[in-house]
Structures are given as C-alpha cells and as structure tokens.
C-alpha cells in the first residue's frame, strides 16, 4: 500500500514553515514525485493567508498526527457480503477470492457482522439435539427457487419473506409417504412441510391432498398440468428443479440467509483510531479481520488483519524548518523521515531508522534552501510558489536586516522576486503591515503562532516571537499576554516560557517571560518589570534570543 508522503514544517508554524514546505513539495513535484504533498501541523499565521490569497493557492493539509491509525493500514479493496445474501453466494464469493473471513453489511451499506468460512456450517448443517432439527430450513421460497435454479415456477406466488420449513424426501413407498405426512397432519406441522421428490406424481398427489406448504420436484420433472392449477389456487408451491434429489436438498441449505448467523460481538474500529491504542485489544482477540469504518458512523472503509500490525506502513516525511522530534508533528517517531531541510542548529532527539537526506545550511530561511534547490536544478518555481518563497524569506531575515541574513539570501530574494513580479521591498512593507497580531487575535493566539520548544541542559524552554511594523499594540496586551506565558507553564512544566516582541521597523524587541527566577534573573537584558525585559536591537530568536537564554542557563548551574 502506497503511503502520503507529507512536506511539513513545524508545530506552531510561522511563515518560513509554511512557504517553504509548499515551496519544497512544488519542488519534488517538478522533479517528478507527484503524489508529495504539502501540510501543516498547525494554524496558518494571518500574513501566510493574505499571501496565498495573493497567490491564489489554498492552505496546505493540516495533519496533527501521523501515528499509524485503522485507517491507514486498512486494505480499502474490500470484498464484502450482504446480510440478505443466501449461503451459496456467500460460499461461492469466498471460494472464488481464497478468503477466509468477510464483512457483512446490512442493507444500507453498514457493517453489521462478520463471516467466517466455518461460520457457513452452520448455515449448511445447525446445531441439532436430534435428527428432527436438520430437517429444518429457515428460508425464503423466492431465495429456495433461486439456489435450485429452479426457472419455472408453478402454483402460488413465490414469497420473499423467510420461513420455517421442514423438509421431507418423498423417497419412500407410497404408503410410507402417505404414513408421514398423515403424521405430521396430527401434529398440525404439515403446513410447514416442504416434500422433495422426482417423477413421483402419487407423491405430488399426496402433497397436495394433505396441504404442504411446497413441493420441490427434481430431476427436471414437471407435475401434471391440473394439480398445478389447483396448487396455485390452494396457495401451494411448487419449485422444479434441473437438479437431482440429493443435489436439491444440499443445495435447499444453501438458501438460507447469511444474517442468520450474524452475532454483533465482534470488534470494529474507526479509521482515525491509533494503533498503539488498540494494538494490545487486537492482539488478545480471537478475531481474524477488523472492518474499519468511517468515524462515527458504520460505513465500511476497510479491513486488516492481525499481521498488518507487525510492521504497519509508514507516512514519509519531509521536514522542513525544524530537526527536533520535540518541534515536529505528533508521532513523527513511526513516520518514515526522508528528508530534513532546515537551517537551525542540530539538537534534540532526531533519530531515523534508515538514512535520510538532511540538508542544513547557515543562511536566513529555509525557503532560501528551497529556492536554491530549484535554482541548481535549473528548474523557476512557477509565480505563486515564487511568491511564497520571497514571504519565507523575508518573514524570517525581517527583510534581509536579521543578523541571520547572508548573501545567498539577498541573491535569491532577487532571483524570486523577478518570477513573482513584485519589488522586494514593497513586498516585505506590505508583508509585515498585514496581519497584526497584537491587534487582531487573543494572547493565546500571539504566543502560539510561532512557538518552538527546545531542550537545552535538561531544561525544557518555550521560545514565541511576534514581528510588529511598531510595539504600540504591546500596552493593552501585555498583561494577558504574561497570563498566557504563565498558564502555558503550569501546563506544560516550562522552566522558562518567553515572547519575544520585536519592533521590525525600528529593530528592537521587548521580551516577556515567565519561569525560574534564577533564569530571569541571568537574562542579559534590562529588567524593567517581573516579566518584562527591553531587548534592543534583539530581533532573531535563533541567533540572539536562544543563545541569550542558554548563557543565562550556564551562570546559573555555575
């Protein structure tokens, strides 16, 4: 089974993860991978949306897990049954696929059972404490006709609802036959009685006289043309059958219906539900196959089996903007990892199980990696990938000003922004008037739009930034934004959690943070309130605020 093979950036996106995973998927495409895809494990910032609606492309996928779940390692060719289906077409389906077992949908397309090959015995041969109950048929005569194939059809209407019938072979003397059914008359059963019989017109007589409920005529045989009459207007039918007697009654068994061996105890999982979650229920199960179905309905999506668990089929990755575990999208560590693009320092806890292409490079963006990709290929992104790769770009260098900025991203800001068609500079004012946070959302929302978790000497650190054309928004914000940075402490157990609020124009930032006291404390900052910090001329959170907090991590051990 082909799995997705997702470009994603990290959790709590920022603008350079966004454009450069679609700038990346763009770029395997082009190079012949068209099943890649581009996606999101978070909300998409609100610049990013004004620029892919400038760019006229939709926001990319947004995938918060990638753990195994039912769903992706089902099978979804699926060979199923219906509950109305008889045993023979049953049987004839299962032998004709070699399976072994095969979900059961009611009449509105849902699951409602499984059948196992085993479970057709007792369709053919049920449970008996004597040899009365084998007689038994509970069927319908229009599905009876049907398995004996029995084309031409005498006496009454044929019924389509099921029935108790009790079968007898009219094989015996005449008086024998006669003894039977005067027998069954006492016990008020012959209206049950289905008689099978061949070219036995006393037999047929006989059936009629004490009121059957059918007769079953083998071998190709046709009764006398008056008793049909009469048979049809005494509401008895009679089935002629090409098959001899023996072969009719085996083949009568067959006409029951499938529902009537259904049990609902039997496991059946949603599509999104995790494997590590079910694994340990599935193991224990004496059961074969699992249909999966559409969450919160009973629509089947597919089965598996058992062994599908052993080494369950991976989503490939690419991650782009980011190569810790701590930072990626959940279950990245059951994901095949096939390609890391970044440009931040290597840490945390990134390991693969095969070897991957990790392309890591000191330069302001990952979107300029992207676009240099293209560019060494001779490949020109086409003008809306060009676009959002000069939004990445620019997002990240604040516009070529950032300390991270290097001449490989002043060349290829100019490279994109001739394919775009628009003028650098214009697009980075446009770019950073759009959007305020401090104005448009919740503190909520400001710090966890460009959030990354790192881990640092054992200590876990929750780093946010916000770029701002002016810090005027910050007043009215300020105390629920700390309100925010504490909550997400308790939550998570943060020893430092901090925003950077950076003033693009004027190349300064205020930082905000809670934590450990002998971690503010260290900050080389100005302390001008509890949580409050002046940082000017502070504006990249990699190559100035980072550092800052693990020096102030250093004196503090010392």
């Known amino acids: 089974m082909i799995q997705p093979w997702y470009v994603i950036g990290h959790q709590n996106p920022d603008a350079d993860a966004i454009c450069a995973a679609m700038g990346h998927a763009a770029y395997l495409r082009a190079m012949g991978d068209e099943r890649v895809e581009a996606a999101r494990c978070g909300e998409v910032p609100p610049r990013v949306k004004i620029v892919l609606e400038k760019a006229g492309l939709e926001a990319p996928k947004l995938i918060e897990d990638v753990r195994p779940t039912a769903g992706s390692i089902s099978r979804k060719n699926v060979v199923t049954v219906r509950q109305d289906d008889t045993f023979l077409m049953a049987y004839r389906l299962m032998v004709d696929h070699s399976i072994r077992s095969v979900p059961v949908l009611n009449n509105g397309g849902e699951v409602c059972g499984l059948l196992h090959f085993l479970d057709l015995l007792q369709l053919l041969l049920p449970p008996a404490t004597d040899g009365r109950n084998v007689k038994l048929l509970h069927a319908s005569l229009e599905n009876l006709s049907a398995t004996l194939g029995a084309g031409l059809q005498n006496g009454a209407t044929l019924p389509s609802d099921e029935e108790n019938l009790i079968m007898m072979v009219g094989a015996s003397s005449q008086k024998t036959v006669e003894k039977r059914l005067k027998a069954a008359q006492e016990e008020g059963a012959v209206s049950k009685y289905l008689v099978i019989c061949g070219d036995r017109p006393h037999v047929h007589q006989q059936a009629f006289d004490y009121g059957v409920r059918a007769l079953l005529v083998t071998g190709g045989y046709q009764p006398e043309a008056e008793l049909t009459?009469?048979?049809?207007?005494?509401?008895?039918?009679?089935?002629?059958?090409?098959?001899?007697?023996?072969?009719?009654?085996?083949?009568?068994?067959?006409?029951?219906?499938?529902?009537?061996?259904?049990?609902?105890?039997?496991?059946c999982l949603a599509s999104n539900e995790v494997a590590e979650g079910f694994a340990k229920r599935i193991a224990s199960s004496t059961q074969d196959l699992f249909p999966v179905v559409e969450p919160g309905t009973r629509r089947l999506s597919g089965v598996f089996s058992k062994s599908d668990l052993v080494d369950p089929p991976r989503v490939r990755l690419s991650l782009v903007d980011h190569n810790e575990f701590s930072q990626a999208v959940r279950g990245v560590e059951d994901a095949q990892v096939v390609e890391i693009i970044d440009h931040h320092r290597l840490s945390g806890d990134l390991i693969s199980r095969e070897p991957v292409?990790?392309?890591?490079?000191?330069?302001?963006?990952?979107?300029?990696?992207?676009?240099?990709?293209?560019?060494?290929?001779?490949?020109?992104?086409?003008?809306?990938?060009?676009?959002?790769?000069?939004?990445?770009?620019?997002s990240d260098t604040l516009n070529l000003t950032s300390p991270?900025?290097?001449?490989?991203?002043?060349?290829?800001?100019?490279?994109?922004?001739?394919?775009?068609?628009?003028?650098?500079?214009?697009?980075?004012?446009?770019?950073?008037?759009?959007?305020?946070?401090?104005?448009?959302?919740?503190?909520?929302?400001?710090?966890?739009?460009?959030?990354?978790?790192?881990?640092?000497?054992?200590?876990?650190?929750?780093?946010?930034?916000v770029e701002e054309t002016s810090l005027k928004g910050l007043a009215s914000k300020q105390d629920e934004l700390i309100a925010e940075l504490t909550r997400l402490r308790e939550l998570s157990s943060y020893s430092l959690c901090a925003i950077l609020v950076t003033d693009i124009s004027r190349h300064q930032s205020v930082l905000l943070a809670v934590g450990e006291e002998s971690i503010l404390s260290q900050l080389p900052f100005e302390r001008i309130g509890d949580n409050e910090f002046a940082a000017p001329a502070i504006v990249s959170r990699k190559k100035q605020l980072f550092p800052a907090v693990c020096e102030a991590l250093r004196k503090r051990h010392s």
Do not use: Y
């Open 404 to 465: 991270t900025t290097t001449d490989v991203d002043r060349q290829l800001l100019s490279w994109l922004a001739g394919l775009a068609g628009v003028d650098p500079d214009q697009f980075a004012e446009d770019f950073f008037a759009s959007g305020s946070l401090l104005v448009n959302a919740d503190a909520r929302a400001i710090v966890g739009t460009d959030r990354k978790e790192f881990s640092e000497d054992g200590v876990i650190l929750s780093l946010s930034q």
């Open 229 to 267: 009459q009469k048979a049809k207007e005494a509401g008895m039918v009679i089935l002629c059958s090409p098959h001899d007697t023996a072969t009719a009654v085996k083949l009568a068994l067959c006409a029951r219906k499938v529902r009537n061996i259904l049990s609902d105890d039997f496991i």
């Open 357 to 394: 292409r990790f392309i890591n490079e000191p330069v302001g963006s990952s979107s300029t990696i992207v676009a240099r990709r293209f560019r060494e290929r001779g490949l020109e992104p086409d003008c809306a990938t060009a676009t959002l790769l000069c939004a990445g770009l620019v």
